[in-house]
């Protein structure tokens, strides 16, 4: 039941900071960036196989660790690391081959992806502390 919970409050909090970071920031951004790139409508079936599919790699790489030595730093730090490598595999990639794709893409996705998921793995470990 600790994982479940854990799970379950990281992908609300992800999902929750998620959705405020694409409609603020990120649309306005690649659309002043990489123009005619974004869809009007995202896909929503490869939307929810990614949060599905992350959330369990941050409970596995950043909660549960943290839950072994009672850290919150410890999810945070795990969770900053495996979200910054986890959006720099596609920023990275993307500046790699795609003409239009710029540096500012790359250091944004980057440290949006350590905090994002450092943030979101760190109320997964606070929830099912306190849950659990």
């Known amino acids: 039941m600790t994982y479940f919970t854990a799970f379950a409050a990281t992908l609300v909090s992800f999902l929750a900071i998620d959705l405020v970071w694409i409609t603020k920031v990120v649309r306005p951004l ?3 960036e990489v123009p005619g790139l974004l869809r009007d409508t995202p896909r929503l079936g490869g939307a929810l196989l990614f ?3 992350y959330v369990a790699g941050i409970v596995l790489f950043a909660v549960r660790p943290g839950m072994a030595q009672q850290s919150v730093g410890t999810t945070l730090a795990y969770g900053a690391a495996f979200g910054a490598l ?3 595999t596609f920023t990275v990639t993307n500046y790699a081959v795609l ?3 710029t540096l ?3 250091v944004t996705d980057i440290a949006w992806g350590a905090v994002l998921t450092g943030v979101a793995g760190a109320c997964g470990f606070y929830a099912a ?3 659990d």
């Open 86 to 88: 986890a959006y720099a």
């Open 129 to 131: 502390r306190l849950i």
């Open 30 to 32: 690649y659309e002043r």
């Open 99 to 101: 003409n239009q794709w």
């Open 51 to 53: 949060y599905v599919a």
């Open 104 to 106: 500012t893409l790359v």
